[in-house]
């Protein structure tokens, strides 16, 4: 009995040395734990500043392209209300009637229905100067109209201030400006679309309609990577959208 118990004293000593070893290991890792987690802690630091640095310059940037080369801004187009100029011309007119008139102004037919207009048409989004405009309401059939005068009119066309020129030049631009964005935000865009879709050649309704959807989804991808507020936003109105995400009050573009 005595010889066993030496020799369990003996494991015993074994087993606290090990012990011993086992706990100095332990206070090493969690030194070494310690001081990787505060160099961690100073490299998400820092890298949350890189981030915050590079954020302020794609804005400046951004704000610079849209305010140099590719300024977007609300124009008026100065209509006046039905009830003014119903007054002015007919003062036997009834308020019923001014009524309808109000509100076909506030209607659209776009694509086979009759859509509202939010901002009773009395505005549009120009890209580059004031006279190169988009519809607020995204209706482009002055596009498909004249192209399908142009299949059966022969001869040049004279018409300088034709809106499908006006619509054909806006949209280019605005994938010109899109495609650059995605640049320099680092976005990948969902939807492939070359700078010179919309001029050159004159596109069929159901390629420009395919055309002017991969835009509009584009824009869309863009803002919603930029947290732009989603509330603002309206799937066919391109132009508006790319205002909205090229905004200053855009808080977190350049993220």
Known sequence: DTEGLLRIKEEN??????????????????????????LVEK??????TQHEHLANLRRTHILELTS????????????RDPADVSSESDNAMTSSTVSKLAEARRTTYLSGRWVCDDHN???????????ITLPNNGDYSAYYNWVEEKKTTQGPDMEHNNPAYTIS????YAT????????????????K?????????????HRFTRAV??????????????????DLLHPLHTLRNLMYLVSPDTENLGR
Request: with cysteine.
């Open 193 to 205: 679309l070359c700078n010179r879709q919309f001029c050159g050649e004159n596109l069929s309704r």
């Open 213 to 230: 959807k991969k835009l509009n989804a584009n824009i869309l991808h863009l803002c919603f990577s930029q947290h732009v507020n989603l």
């Open 169 to 172: 030049a806006a949209l280019c």
């Open 43 to 48: 490299k998400s630091f820092d890298l949350k």
């Open 13 to 38: 000593q074994k087993h606290y040395r090990r012990a011993q070893r086992h706990q100095d290991k332990k206070e090493k890792i969690q030194r070494h734990n310690r001081r990787l987690g505060d």
């Open 68 to 79: 140099v080369i590719f300024p977007i801004e609300e124009v008026k187009t100065s209509m």
């Open 121 to 131: 048409g009395d505005t549009s989004i120009s890209i580059t100067g004031p006279w």
């Open 176 to 191: 010109q400006l899109v495609n650059t964005l995605s640049l320099i935000l680092d976005v990948n865009l969902p939807k």
